[in-house]
């Protein structure tokens, strides 16, 4: 038999511990003193404290432990609390998945900036969205806000940039816009039927700073540029939201980014 000192040096269980797993009913003395109250173990213990530290390492709390040591005798009885505790840790690894991409994509969205001094200046590039999903909406101009919350919602962890917006209609429209909202992802996005393939073309594009219903100005630069240049427009008009409300906080409107876009042909 070994005091409950020499028991602790053995298992490598503190004193403290050893009481706690006792008060528990988990990890019993083999003997208890009746005149002195002092515990004492035995080599049974011992294998059943080397258990209990096992079933830790796996991952299991003491009640989950205390469950097993009830009902198993051999690790073949363990298959069911493992596949079960398994099942667990899967699900937990998901959701911290989905929490990492939710932070890396607040984080995306809370960095991104444009310089002041490129605001109002137009540029031609290439145009390339390598893959993005969409979800159509139609009515007015505001109400693409549904579509993104739908979006973020369902895609959240694979979304890589701020969202867009295709406007299918050349002119203004007051309450029948057709429209796509629409997000970049990465490409091991789930496949389904809001997955779009790749839109790319010439374009030019123009930076409008301020609070949205405020592009007029700048589709009017991009439309003048077009006339000079020999370019006509062609559908969808595209507006890229590369600054606007947080997820958090709506901020201040007059620090909004929007890049607003013409394919060209």
Do not use: W
């Not at 059943?48 to 530290?53: E, F, M, T, V, W």
Request: one cysteine or more.
């Amino acid at each position: 038999m070994l005091s409950i000192g020499e028991f602790s040096q053995a298992a490598r269980l503190t004193v403290k511990t050893l009481r706690y797993y006792h008060d528990l009913g988990i990890l019993l003395p083999a003997k208890i003193d009746a005149d002195s109250g002092y515990r004492y173990y035995d080599a049974q213990s011992l294998q059943r404290a080397a258990a209990i530290s096992a079933l830790k390492d796996l991952g299991f709390s003491l009640k989950e432990i205390q469950n097993i040591l009830q009902q198993c005798s051999c690790e073949d009885d363990l298959t069911s609390f493992v596949s079960s505790k398994l099942a667990e840790v899967r699900q937990k690894k998901a959701e911290l998945e989905e929490l990492e991409s939710r932070l890396k994509s607040f984080q995306l969205q809370s960095q991104r900036k444009i310089p002041d001094r490129t605001v109002g200046i137009i540029e031609e590039f290439d145009f390339e969205l390598p893959s993005y999903v969409s979800l159509s909406v139609s009515g007015r101009y505001s109400d693409i806000g549904n579509g993104f919350r739908q979006l973020f919602k369902q895609y959240g962890r694979y979304i890589c940039d701020s969202p867009y917006a295709f406007f299918h209609d050349m002119e203004y429209k007051d309450d029948d816009a057709r429209m796509d909202a629409v997000v970049a992802v990465k490409l091991t996005a789930k496949r389904d039927a809001n997955l779009c393939k790749a839109l790319s073309g010439h374009a030019v594009k123009t930076v409008h700073k301020g609070p949205y219903g405020g592009q007029g100005a700048a589709y009017s630069r991009l439309f003048e540029y077009c006339h000079q240049h020999g370019y006509i427009p062609k559908p969808p008009i595209i507006e890229h939201y590369v600054k606007g409300p947080g997820m958090i906080f709506k901020g201040n409107p007059q620090n909004y980014v929007t890049e607003c876009i013409l394919l060209v042909e």
